[in-house]
């Protein structure tokens, strides 16, 4: 049974960081490709970053350069560090591992961001 289990989420002043943990269990994490998805209140969820098994990154232009994930193989854990963080990155984020054709998500963690 696939798991993935994020944490990390909670209250940050606007320009602070935080870094969110997921935890994968369930699959061979090596070779999964994982990413971090944001859901804000009344909208869809959108990528926020992707790292490819062999450690490829790609952002949108909305956290480039503010966001950075990446990976720890021995850990089964995908990291996403958040600095300069913006009002508008408060969201519900979630984990997502794609792993042999199939998607799996985790149950979200809560970010918020004050003003």
């Known amino acids: 049974q696939v798991q993935l289990v994020e944490s990390g989420g909670g209250l940050v002043q606007s320009g602070g960081s935080l870094r969110l943990s997921c935890v994968a269990s369930g699959i061979i994490f090596s070779i999964a490709q994982m990413g971090w998805y944001r859901q804000a209140p009344g909208k869809q969820r959108e990528l926020v970053a992707v790292?490819?098994?062999?450690?490829?990154?790609n952002y949108p232009n909305s956290v480039k350069g503010r966001f950075t994930i990446s990976r720890d193989n021995a850990k089964n854990t995908v990291y996403l560090q958040m600095n300069s963080v913006k009002p508008e990155d408060t969201a519900v984020y979630y984990c997502?591992?794609?792993?042999?054709?199939?998607?799996?998500w985790g149950q979200g963690t809560q970010v918020i961001v004050s003003s």
């Open positions: 790292i490819t098994s062999g450690g490829t990154t």
């Open positions: 997502d591992a794609l792993y042999r054709r199939h998607g799996y």
